[in-house]
């Protein structure tokens, strides 16, 4: 498949998304990729309107592989996991952004940046992303650096 | 004391109630004023550094420069200078500026510390301790308030000495007129970063409306925001047929709804959500734990059972984060409503997948539009000595921010689950077209009434009169007022457009060469805000 970009964000479409990734990229259509966000009918309904104009689709992973890419196109995951399908499916990115990962109360997790939680389930999903040799990068915003994700998860102990 | 005490109650009023805005450097500056016993120099300062910092909003809770200090600091140090007013007025923009962009330095280690905090609200959660996690949510306002109220203790305390008065008194005349042009370039900086935040390449024409308005037609900028009302009720009105997405009702699981809660307990959750919504953010989660606090009246209503009462307060700590003057409070009425109807699954779908959409709009709405018209106006009044201005933004903030967030949060409990239908039905859109066009026409006013600049530079004509050769000097500020009255303002907004948007530089860095730029041009005289008086 072509390339598009990719950014793991469990906060999905929101103003670092749609003002300041989306002009940087030059992003002119959006997809947010997961199954049970999917199926929320609140959420696939809600979610175009955050994107500020911008063309969105809510799909399930399965129709995102099957669906047209390009490098106007940017594919938010919400979680690790759904990027590694992508890829394993046939998706070929340049790059994968982890954003945002809010953590989960009740959970056992670490923060790993400020704005990335990681629990243990999650930090092998990273792994097995990046053994797929796709570029895995932290860059919370444009005008930040790109850091190595892996590493990260090595100096936490994950 | 009576400075730290402001400093105190502005950070407390920008992160709970917004009772008067008072974190924003116009209110901030204004009242720091009156409390050195320099009340005009107040209002010179914290309208220039308002004008400056329009654009300038977090968003996810980037560090942004501390005007609200800057404001107060700038106003209590220039008190202390030499010269007269306007000369002081120089010295504290000169202060608050590059004190408002340092002290950002401080704001991470607040949040840091909130942080920390919200994990051992997990704790509090898990064991269904709601007085430990109130205290949580309250003690995180301290390190807020700390990183803003010392700065501003120290700046009162070395104003008091007589040091200030013989430092300034040093300072070139040069540098004041440099600085006073600065002053009036910055606001093309808070200009440019709200059309970089909007659909410029969209709306460009509707800038022309305001411009024309004031440039040539004279209108007062509050007549401007009323032709820009009424070409947004154009735009909005003439597209009110597009097909809207239906989201399948549950008429059925209205019928089962039996009201569990008091009048009391909604009042208690509204209350909480009011004073102090945000005064434990963090970059963990945000806004969470000031939600989970707010609902925690109605989970212990509803949920006498501690396991189903702590799942509540963990639900409710997830992360959250979205506009809490237009959005937050709708969704609250709605996760109360759907927790009292017994669907939680609901009530925490309904919070995801809300924040987004709720967030771009409220915030739209509230800063890059509503704020941005009410303080702008204000400004200009206070840059001409007027107390309306001040007094003109805390009331516009006061009394609509007030009504709105309570009729939200009385809707949102009402609809119960509908309140997704009404909004997945274009009202969002719709609301946030109209506020956008709006924004423009008052911005294409904005722009040429407030950038204050013109150019003193003459060039020599040889011409004739009476049949002898004569040269004299032409104003080249005469030559552009003949050909586009404003060009100047108009041409500086758009270079610091380009700077912030095409550039991309960041907004520091643009006010750094402003402020320089102006301080270097002013200073040689070939430049100034406005024309010398013609003798």
Sequence with gaps: ?158 | MALTLWAIYCTYDGLGPFLIYAQRPLIAGSIAGLIVGHPLLGLLVGATLELASLGVYTYGGATIPDYQTGAIVGTALAAGAAGDTSAQAAIGIGVGLPAAILLAALDPVGKIVTTALVQRADGYAADGNARGLAMIHWVSLVPWVAVRAIPTFLAALAASGGLVKDITASIPAGFVHGMTLAGSLLPAVGFALLLGMMELSRYWYLLLIGFVAFAYLHVPLLGIALIGVAVAMLFVTLKRDEPVIGVPESPTEESTVDARLTKQDLRRVFRRYFWSSQISWNYERMQALGFAYSMEPVLRRLYPEKADYVAGLQRHLQFFNTSVLVGGPLILGSSVALEEAGTPKSAASTKVALMGPMAGIGDTLVFALYNSIVFTMGASWALQGNWLGPAFAAVMVLVPYALVRRWQFGFAYREGKRLAGHLAAGALARVAQGATVLGFVVLGGFIPSIVKVVTTLTYRQATTVQGQPVTQAVAIQDRLDELVPFLLPVLVTAAVYLLTAKARLRPVWTIGIVVVAGVVLGWLGWFAPSAPAKS
């Design chain 1, 1 to 158: 498949m072509a390339g598009a970009h990719v950014r793991i964000d469990n906060r999905l479409i929101h103003g670092q998304v749609t003002v300041a990734w989306t002009r940087r990229l030059g992003v002119r259509r959006l997809l947010v990729c997961n199954d049970d966000v999917a199926a929320d009918d609140l959420q696939r309904a809600l979610l175009p309107q955050a994107a500020r104009g911008l063309p969105t689709e809510v799909l399930t992973v399965a129709d995102t592989l099957t669906a047209e890419t390009g490098p106007d196109l940017m594919i938010v995951a919400k979680d690790p996991e759904d990027a590694f399908r992508l890829v394993e499916g046939g998706l070929h990115p340049g790059i994968v952004n982890v954003g945002n990962v809010a953590p989960r109360p009740g959970t056992t997790y670490t923060m790993v940046t400020r704005s990335i939680a990681v629990t243990a389930d999650e930090a092998d999903a990273y792994r097995k992303l990046a053994a797929t040799g796709v570029p895995l990068v932290t860059q919370l915003m444009p005008h930040d650096k790109p850091a190595d994700f892996l590493p990260l998860l090595d100096r936490k102990g994950l």
